[in-house]
T-cell receptor, first 114, second 116 residues
Framework: GNSVTQMEGPVTLSEEAFLTINCTYT??????LFWYVQYPGEGLQLLLK?????DKGSNKGFEATYRKETTSFHLEKGSVQVSDSAVYFC?????????????FGKGTKLSVIP | DTAVSQTPKYLVTQMGNDKSIKCEQN?????MYWYKQDSKKFLKIMFS???????INETVPNRFSPKSPDKAHLNLHINSLELGDSAVYFC???????????????FGPGTRLTVL
């Protein structure tokens, strides 16, 4: 079946530090990959996505590249801000498996301190 | 205007009670979902409806029953609540059946259910 594994949190960084949150996946077909962000007390928002190998998704200074050879979709940001403090979820949909839903990783909590 | 709304935001109730959570989307989407987020923040799909038709029904107790009176609404009714049902429940919607590949899922703010 499909699964998503992301690094355990929490992650605490100082403002302007470099961020990497690792995400790897297993899928039976050809997945599309996503990062969602959940700010405190809110629902999930799509941060970025990539639908095929070597695609790079980017938004708000965050980037992730779809690496089929390593089955990874690591999230990066060059300089984090306090406002980036949130829980980040890696997720996939896999059209090859005929499934419609998002499969999420367990989330990584990021805290950015001034 | 809120795209996906849920009521109530907080729900505290006793074991054994029956409760409902309502969800509405004003995006004109065809597909709606219910997800459960446990205390460790793990998110898992429960149900999905496309144009009022059930298309995803994951392994959840049959005490949980979704109802879609029209494609803009997907309500979740829970019978005989148990302690383990305590969680945050998120509603979401997307334009098509194949969530994510062509469409973005838009999430509601969540309903925090606490069963005492």
């Amino acid at each position: 079946g499909n699964s998503v594994t992301q690094m355990e949190g929490p992650v605490t960084l100082s403002e302007e530090a470099f961020l990497t949150i690792n995400c790897t996946y297993t899928a039976t077909g050809y997945p599309s990959l996503f990062w969602y962000v959940q700010y405190p007390g809110e629902g999930l928002q799509l941060l970025l996505k990539a639908t095929k190998a070597d695609d790079k998704g980017s938004n708000k200074g965050f980037e992730a590249t779809y690496r089929k050879e390593t089955t990874s979709f690591h999230l990066e940001k060059g300089s984090v801000q306090v406002s980036d403090s949130a829980v980040y979820f890696c997720a996939l949909t896999d059209s090859g498996a005929g499934s419609y839903q998002l499969t999420f990783g367990k989330g990584t909590k990021l805290s950015v301190i001034p | 205007d809120t795209a996906v709304s849920q009521t109530p935001k907080y729900l505290v109730t006793q074991m054994g009670n029956d409760k409902s959570i309502k969800c509405e989307q004003n995006l004109g989407h065809d597909t709606m979902y219910w997800y459960k987020q446990d205390s460790k923040k793990f998110l898992k799909i429960m149900f999905s409806y496309n144009n009022k038709e059930l298309i995803i029904n994951e392994t959840v107790p049959n005490r949980f029953s979704p109802k879609s009176p029209d494609k803009a609404h997907l309500n979740l009714h829970i019978n005989s609540l148990e302690l383990g049902d305590s969680a945050v429940y998120f509603c979401a919607s997307s334009q098509g059946k194949v969530a994510g590949v062509q469409d973005t899922q838009y999430f509601g703010p969540g309903t925090r259910l606490t069963v005492l």
